[in-house]
């Protein structure tokens, strides 16, 4: 199974919006509505941000936001605050019943 | 609480072997399928091994199989990752990870152990 492709890096200024974007095939992103997205800071564990390609766990902010067009899925961060520089990446359920995992995008907040 | 605590992570040479261990509490550990995950050095997130909630069917990943076995006691709520013919590579952050209900995403996970393969 290879990974999702994200861009390596992507930037931003305190209040605009950045978008990520992680493509995949139709047995993975494009065949089934289990897009996950995951948020880490440096030497901490993976947090789950986004569930289901769009819904938001408890406690999560509505900052955050995910989509999905055919093979590829999009996290969108509104109102970019500076703890919001981290890690994400995305992850979909496949067509072989395992998981999958994008190869993660670097966000700056400049 | 959901907690996920790994243990069993250290220097080992190439070729050796190690048996990682998660404890599991807060959850109803024996009806859930959980995951290991793996992340080397300054690098992305690995799906490495997945084990059913009574064991009874398991996923490897390629660069894992035949080397790697995964386990768990419901008894105990441990979830186990037995480590066999360890190579540089190996070396990573090994996470525990439970899934939704579902099994379609991971919603905890553990702090990591370290595993580090070297001569």
């Known amino acids: 199974q290879s990974a999702l492709t994200q861009p390596a890096s992507v930037s931003g200024s305190p209040g605009q919006s950045i978008t990520i974007s992680c493509t995949g095939t139709s047995s993975d992103v494009g065949g089934y509505n289990y897009v996950s997205w995951y948020q880490q800071h440096p030497g901490k564990a993976p947090k789950l941000m986004i569930y289901d390609v769009s819904n938001r766990p408890s406690g999560v902010s509505n900052r955050f936001s995910g989509s999905k067009s055919g093979n590829t899925a999009s996290l969108t961060i509104s109102g970019l605050q500076a703890e919001d520089e981290a890690d994400y990446y995305c992850s979909s359920y496949t067509s072989t019943s395992t998981r999958v995992f994008g190869g993660g995008t670097k966000l700056t907040v400049l | ?119």
């Not at chain 2, 080992?12 to 109803?28: D, E, K, M, N, Y």
């Not at chain 2, 059913?52 to 990752?81: C, M, P, Q």
Request: aromatic share 14%; hydrophobic share 35%.
């Open chain 2, 1 to 119: 609480e959901v907690q996920l605590v790994e243990s069993g992570g250290g220097l080992v040479q190439p070729g050796g072997s190690l048996r990682l261990s998660c404890s599991a509490s807060g959850f109803t550990f024996s009806i859930y399928a959980m995951h290991w995950v793996r992340q080397a050095p300054g690098k992305g997130l690995e799906y490495v091994s997945a084990i059913s909630s009574n064991g009874g069917s398991t996923y490897y990943a390629d660069s894992v199989k035949g080397r790697f076995t995964i386990s768990r006691d419901n008894s105990k709520n441990t979830l186990y990752l037995q480590m066999s013919s360890l190579r540089a590579e190996d070396t990573a952050v090994y996470y525990c990870v439970k899934p939704s209900w579902e099994n379609y995403f991971f919603d905890y996970w553990g702090q990591g152990t370290l595993v580090t393969v070297s001569s």
